[in-house]
């Protein structure tokens, strides 16, 4: 097998892919910090640095993705891999010592740019081992663990820091991380790669790969300063966007028109109907997997449940989505049939985006867990089958390159969609700002969340009185509601491109 013009032979057991899949259960336990920022807050003093505990591990897992394709083939899979499971570790530790807000974010930055490396390398070295049939069920108990994990983690978080304290959610990952580097060095054999950091510095294009990482730094940055306080026609938020943009278009042009040994994103994609529009299919799908994001959020401000709480009623959504998740693998598997759970999945996710446009203060649980349940079904499909189109209608050289490509246009969806739903969000709730003064008055509008913050807490919403609880229950619900609407469309137009990918 192997990755753009160089060869790369793979040979490893199974058990070295189990422990690589546990490898993406410790990123998902990033996701248990959620519950426990109001502790950290609290305990580190800083309240305005709430929204960069979360946003540092989302920059740092988006922007610097790109970089690990080309460090996989310069030190080898297994190498590479080690060294994000390493930098995750050392993120971990950092966060768990932190004595403020600085330190925290820094931590958490590390352990986004291990992250980084982690998901997308976990895919690479499953494309290598297997088939298309086969890698399509590996892939769906990968990204399975994942959903799960993920979902289990603010519960746990919100558990340390209630009972425990917020730092062991950081000091767990640390002999998880310990066992998974064990357990990859001895079990995960692959190709590897004797380079000394200098001449590995130097066998990087960085004139390709540079542009995509500085401008996808950027263009987070100049929009999560205007999401956190800075006025959107500031210079600050308006030259790094401007910035962000050129940049990440100079490097789509350098790389379309100047080849490279060592691409920092797979320009092939773009040349070719089929891997196309299952890249934007791809991207479509990290943007609307934000959607369970708001109903955390609409459980806390409708159902008065608290983060950890929530989790418990996203359970539906999550175990669903992991159901379909393997099913859909062992469907591919089977049959080789990639494109019809892509129509599929997107058709029923389109369904089920249409049914959280019905939700209201008034929704009732029933109503929320049948929902949950409809998108999962439909969200599950796709967490695999866009990249398998992508792979199965390239080159085999072009296989790193090419789910470097994919797994970063998903997570910058994510990430972008995060952020502008935020920014949306803000706004339709400031426009509500006299109606809730005039509801709550000055003292109880002030104490509603910061812009990084976006909801009210349960903690908040109980200190209100009845009439006031229903106001911002009203408000909110009607702020998030249209977020939805955009995601509809968004699914809907995926479900049609579907029919473009060829069987």
Known sequence: MGSHNATVFVQADVAGQNYTKHGVLVIALATIVAAALPSIAGDLGSADGYAWVSYAYLLAETHLLPLWSNLSVIWGRRNAILLANTLFFAGSLVCALAINMSMLVTGRYIQGAGAAGLVPLVNIILSELFTIKKRAKHMAITNTSWAVAAAIGPLLGGALAEHVTWRWC??????????????????????????????????????????????????????????????????????????????????????????????????????????????????????????????????????????????????????????????????????????????????????????????????????????????????????????????????????????????????????????????????????????LLAGLGPDATAQLPSPGMQVPSGAFMRTLTGAQRNLVRVVYASSIRPMYHVYVVLSGVAFLLGFLIST
């Open 170 to 435: 950081f000091y767990l990952n640390l002999p998880l991380n310990g066992i998974i580097f064990i357990l990859l060095l001895i079990s995960l054999q692959t190709d590897q790669q004797n380079t000394s950091l200098p001449s590995s510095i130097k066998a990087i294009d960085w004139t390709i790969v540079s542009p995509i990482i500085d401008g996808t730094h950027m263009l987070l940055l100049g929009l999560q300063f205007g999401a956190t306080g800075y006025p959107w026609d500031s210079i600050v938020v308006i030259c790094w966007i401007i910035l962000g943009i050129s940049m990440m278009t100079l490097s789509i042009i350098t790389e379309w028109y100047v080849p490279s040994h060592r691409p920092g994103l797979s320009i092939e994609l773009f040349k070719h109907r089929s891997p196309l529009t299952a890249f934007i299919c791809s991207w479509i799908h990290g943007v609307i997997s934000i959607a369970p994001y708001y109903l955390h959020f609409f459980f806390q401000t409708d159902q008065d449940a608290s983060p950890a709480l929530s989790s418990i009623h996203l359970l539906p959504m999550v175990l669903t989505a992991a159901a379909t998740t393997i099913a859909t693998g062992t469907f591919t598997q089977k049959t080789g049939n990639i494109v019809e759970p892509i129509r599929t999945g997107f058709l029923i996710t389109t369904l089920g985006l249409s049914l959280f446009t019905n939700l209201d203060e008034h929704s009732s649980r029933t109503k929320l867990t049948i929902y949950q349940i409809v998108f999962g079904l439909g969200l599950g499909a796709n967490y695999s089958a866009p990249l398998l189109a992508v792979q199965r209608a390239i080159q085999t050289g072009d296989i790193a390159i090419a789910t470097t490509t994919v797994a970063f246009s998903h997570q910058l969806g994510s990430a972008l969609s995060l952020v502008i739903s935020g920014i949306i969000l803000q706004s339709r709730v400031r426009r509500q700002q006299p109606r």
